[in-house]
């Protein structure tokens, strides 16, 4: 086991998967390929993604061994789906919260599958949708790809009013030469009131202090805030405890379908996952600066689809 401690933070939880089994009092799995969207009272099918994968809680699709925890996307069809794969998260599917934060540094170190119709990710979700459903609520990715660029790393924040109206900003962050996702690297957020920090390696690739939250609603959809009045209050939505996913996904709308080239099985490794807290608790949450709302002049964001 490596050293837990880190100067400034005070571990509060972690997991190192030094056992012959996944510890199920740390961690559910979502099961399936969708959900069913109460809000217009449908199925929503391929997690709203269209993704192709089906997830199971099999041994093989997840896996402990070498103190580590594998996350396997099989070529296998299942329940009228092409792939097999799993979903870890700290909040079991009957509600009950079995981690979740509110601020403090999360890390996973972790080895990453790339290719084609590959979409790993590690990543943060929030306990309660507070504000609204997603993103109005918020969503925090330390790491996903895009399956075809090994050698780069995206981290975002989504928030914003709920769908279809949620905002996403995104940085690309690229690996050192030579280095690809499917080495070792951990992946971190530095989480405070008022501002988020994302690090790969040690290394700060972005720092996030202006973003909002919507919880308005029209025919059920969210829509876009037209003014401060519609905004709730600052730091929403990320005020809350969140808690924490890691997930191999195949295909959607994000990385395309797999190709020929794409390697299956499709491994997400994961040595460990640590949460800490900040040595002398938060302060009070940074101001937002201006210029960022989008009826604001000068509102700039970097966004995907």
């Known amino acids: 086991m490596n050293d837990l401690q880190r100067p400034g933070w005070t571990l509060v939880w972690h997991d190192e998967f030094d056992g012959d089994g996944l510890d199920r009092t740390k961690w ?9 969207d109460y809000r217009v009272h449908q199925w929503v099918p391929g997690w709203g993604n269209e993704e192709l994968q089906y997830y199971t809680g099999d041994p093989e699709n997840v896996q402990v061994r070498d103190s580590c925890v594998f996350l396997r996307a099989v070529k296998a069809p299942l329940h009228g789906c092409g792939y097999t794969s799993a979903r870890l998260k700290t909040k079991a599917r009957d509600g009950r919260v079995l981690f979740a934060k509110q601020y403090g540094r999360v890390e996973f170190r972790a080895r990453v599958p790339w290719g084609k119709g590959l979409w790993p990710a590690l990543w943060m979700l929030p306990v309660d949708d507070k504000y609204g459903g997603w993103a109005a609520s918020g969503e925090i990715d330390l790491m996903e790809i895009v399956g075809e660029k090994p050698e780069e790393v995206l981290s975002s924040i989504h928030f914003g009013s709920s769908f279809p109206r949620r905002t996403l900003v995104t940085k690309t962050h690229p690996l050192p030469a030579g280095s690809l996702v499917s080495d ?11 501002e988020i920090r994302f690090f790969v390696d040690e290394a700060l690739t972005c720092t996030h202090r202006h ?3 919507c919880s308005r609603l029209e025919n059920g959809l969210g829509v876009e805030a037209a003014g401060e009045a519609d905004l709730n209050p600052w730091p929403a939505p990320f005020d809350q405890p969140f808690y924490l996913l890691m997930n191999v ?3 959607g709308n994000f990385p395309g379908v797999p190709n020929a080239a794409t390697v299956f099985p499709a491994e997400l490794v994961v040595d460990h996952v640590r949460v800490y807290d900040k040595a002398g608790g938060y302060g009070p949450a940074t101001p937002r600066g201006p210029g960022t709302m989008p009826w604001e002049p000068g509102h700039e964001q970097e966004r995907r689809s």
């Open 249 to 251: 996904a195949v295909g």
């Open 28 to 36: 559910d799995f979502d099961l399936g390929n969708g959900f069913f």
């Open 211 to 213: 973003w909002w939250s």
């Open 184 to 194: 070792w690297h951990v992946y971190a957020v530095e989480w405070e009131p008022g």
